[in-house]
């Protein structure tokens, strides 16, 4: 199988009011989002927010209550073989035979989809997760880290246009997961292909997806690229120092562009809607009799917001 390409929309997934119901539980609750070609893109949300069965949805799996999406154009309801054909998953199985060695994994599954130039498949794909050294050996005997990237390999076999990941990262060490994103990132850019995952590691989606999207209880709470999201939120300002009155932190909070001021330790976090110039804020600290030590500024991470939206949207 050679890669494919269904019309020639620049969207390579499509979702419009995508709703999935169990019973009196919605698991899925209008999700509309819209994830271009070439692209990573990241569904975040906590356990049980509806990413796994978002993405049975889109693979053609489960079928809908209501809503519509597609696939490279294909349509999820009606169309589930054809998105399977053309897309790759790793979801909660690995899917590897342990007892097999790397190269003889690969190599069952490149039989299994009729790939015709397997020999090269197999070698540019444990070359470019960094197992190629390693094609002899028996999983069986490998890390948790190593399989995961022979199982993300294995369902690239077939040169998909869209990879599906449900939770890539779960499970593993620090090092390993950070060379599970660096491959990732490198696939992407170097095949072109669309990456679809789910997580609730902010790190993992800060440092990998083009675009996130945010859900809870099945909902969308927001979506947009990393960056976007952090501007959202505003800006921090930390202050480092001592004799920080009440009166003083009081009068602070009710300043214009600043959204809150709490004291930690010898330090005050002040969240800011807007960039302001810190020096009138020194200078209302200083008068009060403070001492400042130093200013920072920073934005608020993609955890922050994450948790600001969890929160907001807590019952």
Known sequence: MTPNSNGPSSRAIVTSGLSKAFDDLRAVDDLSIEVERGTIFGLLGPNGAGKTTTIAMLLGLLPPTSGSAQVLGFDVAEQGHDIRQRTGALLEDDGLYEQLTARENLDFYARIWGVTDRPLREMALLDAMGLWERRDERVADWSTGMKRRLAIARSLIHYPEVLFLDEPTAGLDVLAAKNVR???????????????????????????????????????????????????????????????????????????????????????????????????????????????????????SLEDVFITLMDEEAP
Do not use: Y
């Open 182 to 300: 660096e491959d990732l990132a490198s696939l992407s850019e170097g095949e072109g292909i669309t990456i679809f995952l789910t997580t609730h590691n902010m790190v993992e989606a800060e440092r990998l997806c083009d675009q996130v999207a945010v859900i809870r209880s099945g909902g969308l709470v927001a979506v947009g690229n990393p960056d976007e999201l952090r501007a959202g939120s505003g800006l921090r300002l930390e202050i480092k120092g001592s004799g920080f009155t009440q009166e003083a932190i009081s009068t602070l909070a009710t300043w214009q562009d600043i959204s809150g001021v709490t004291a930690e330790d010898h330090r005050l976090v002040i969240d800011l809607e807007e960039p302001i110039d810190a020096t009138p804020i020194v200078g209302h600290l200083i008068d009060s009799g403070a001492h400042v030590q130093g200013v920072t500024t920073d934005s608020a």
